[in-house]
């Protein structure tokens, strides 16, 4: 009896969330209790790690409160469930999948294989490099490769700047801080020709802002290349660390001998949660429309400033602070803002994450 009523009160919270619905995703994404609501009008607005300000999902959230119980057992079953979701999503079969916590942990397992043979990985400058210190310990020299002046991933100069002894070869696309995004048929190019000398590591974190297909097929056939994927971003799960790699059977083995357990570091209520994402669709599209239209409003002001902008693929904006008089991290702090840095010191540029249109409309008055 107490079993069945217990069933019968999280079905309850699992369909009270799951109805509130995406009519208003600012106020699905506000606080619940008291203390929070008191307490976060003096928090700082976060507009600098590429997060989704509208996640979790009602359906993430009623599978995370639905299957909390349950963490005192291991995530056997949901890990294997949610493996064969992602093949399914991704017409592919589930030899060729391997979870991690958040794609971060596929970064270091691809490195960590690279630096099997002492020698050289490349990557754009600037790009996603937090996980290239590791790389540089472990013993692969770094070599970086400048974008374009546009501010594009140059593929033949990266395709030129292989080595004899390069071991890994790492994309991101789109391009973080950025936000550009290579031409599908040209990266498929130069992966082709790439990925004869050495691993080829394609982080399509933000691939779903875009409408530009996923590499992922390509990966099942070449033993070289790696597909890096996320829940991080549009389906708003950052904080509970659910990422997957993409690639050949025998690389996917690789991979996972490397782990004491394969697929088995993220925590039910995560697996849970991002297996309840990829069936929440309307969700992703209201965040997707959501993000267009903040980020539109957040160039045009920008623009407005004189500032020049890069056109953004993602739910972030890279600019140029060289045309702005005042202090721009100063008029952040003085407002309770988070930005990031100055990725390049030529021409000032920073990037600035796409908040909630209320985000960004006071982190334009900020600037102004």
Do not use: H
């Amino acid at each position: 009896m107490l079993e069945s009523n217990r069933r019968y009160w999280l079905k309850q919270i699992g369909l009270s969330v799951a109805g509130i619905g995406l009519s208003n995703l600012n106020a699905i994404s506000a606080p619940t209790n008291t203390v929070e609501k008191i307490s976060a009008d003096n928090l700082p607005i976060r507009l600098s790690s590429n997060e989704n300000p509208y996640g979790p999902s009602p359906l993430a959230r009623a599978a995370m409160i639905e299957n909390i119980n349950i963490s005192n057992r291991y995530n056997w079953q949901l890990s294997t469930d949610l493996i064969q979701a992602i093949a399914k999503n991704n017409v592919i079969s589930t030899d060729n999948i391997l979870l991690g916590a958040g794609s971060t942990e596929i970064l270091d397992l691809v490195t960590r294989l690279s630096a099997s043979k002492k020698g050289s990985f490349l990557i754009a400058d600037p790009s996603y490099s937090y996980w290239t210190e590791a790389a540089e310990k472990l013993g692969l020299k770094k070599i970086a490769v400048p974008l374009t002046k546009s501010k594009q991933l140059d593929l033949g100069a990266m395709l030129s700047a292989i080595q004899s002894d390069t071991r890994l070869i790492y994309i991101c696309n789109p391009n973080n801080p950025t936000g550009s995004m290579a031409e599908r048929v040209e990266l498929v190019k130069f992966i082709n020709e790439a990925s004869k000398k050495a691993i080829v590591l394609i982080d399509e974190a933000y691939i779903d802002y875009t409408n530009q297909e996923s590499l992922s097929a390509l990966a099942i056939e070449n033993k070289n290349l790696i597909i890096a994927k996320t829940f991080s971003k549009i389906y708003g799960l950052a904080g509970a660390r659910v990422g997957y790699a993409i690639a050949n059977s025998k690389t996917i083995d690789q991979l996972s001998e490397l782990k004491s357990w394969a697929s088995g570091s993220i925590s039910v209520a995560s697996t849970a949660a991002a297996l309840a994402a990829l069936n929440d669709e309307k969700f992703v599209l209201e965040a997707l429309s959501l993000n267009k239209n903040a980020r539109q409003f957040t160039i045009e002001n920008l623009k407005k400033l004189n500032l020049v902008c890069i056109p953004s693929n993602t739910n972030f904006i890279y600019f140029s602070l060289n045309n702005y008089k005042k202090d721009f991290f100063e008029q952040l702090k003085n407002n309770n803002i988070i930005g990031t840095k100055i990725y390049e010191e030529q021409g000032k540029w920073t990037r600035i994450t796409v908040g909630t249109m209320e985000e960004m409309q006071k982190f334009i008055s900020a600037i102004q």
